[in-house]
């Protein structure tokens, strides 16, 4: 589905506003059924190239579909596209399927992403550090109540993409 010259717009364009940053956990019915639709018609291949873009429509997008495949095809682009994240409109999206879909294995990943996101102070680094914390059990001060319970509903929206593409 996805091409060299530039075919992943259809899957990328009608979707990433509904899906950057945490708008997914304010997804309409009829948005939702789109998302789930495209989701379907995925494979593995088309993922890794959106997570892999430079685009940062196309990671969010990505990381989003990486739970309609096998998180063991997608695992390693999931990463590499944390460590290149473009910061809060793609790093939401990112630690939170990470943190479904991989768990404990992201936690590197994760911290990466937390670090760097403080230093260009753009918002996702508690959000990413509340992930951390999810994972490994150890509370941090750095994360609030606001954070845990932010983390808590993405990780429910991502379940519930993940369930209706399983």
């Known amino acids: 589905m996805v091409t060299a010259d530039g075919a992943d717009a259809d899957l990328v364009r009608p979707h990433y506003l509904a899906l950057l940053g945490t ?3 304010r997804l309409d019915e009829p948005t ?3 998302v789930v639709s495209t989701g379907r ?5 088309d993922v890794v190239r959106l997570l892999d ?7 969010v997008v990505g990381a989003w579909f990486s739970l309609a495949v096998p998180p063991s095809a997608t695992e390693a682009a999931v990463l590499r596209a944390m460590a290149t994240s473009a910061g809060s409109l ?3 999206p990112l630690v939170t399927v990470a943190t479904l879909a991989l768990g404990r294995d992201a936690l590197p ?11 260009r102070h753009d918002g996702s680094a ?10 490994d059990g150890e509370r941090s001060d750095a994360v609030t109540d606001d954070d845990r319970g ?3 509903h993405m990780l429910a929206a991502a379940e519930r993409l993940r369930s209706a593409w399983t």
Do not use: G, K, P, Y
Not at 41 to 45: K, L, M, S
Not at 53 to 59: F, H, P, Y
Not at 109 to 119: C, M
């Open 53 to 59: 873009s430079a685009q940062w429509r196309a990671v």
């Open 41 to 45: 018609q995925v494979d593995a291949h």
């Open 109 to 119: 990943s994760i911290r990466l992403l937390a670090d760097q996101a403080h230093e």
């Open 90 to 92: 793609t790093a939401h």
């Open 32 to 34: 939702r059924r789109r």
């Open 23 to 25: 708008n997914a956990l």
């Open 126 to 135: 508690t959000f990413a550090r509340s992930a951390v914390e999810h994972l």
């Open 150 to 152: 932010l983390l808590a």
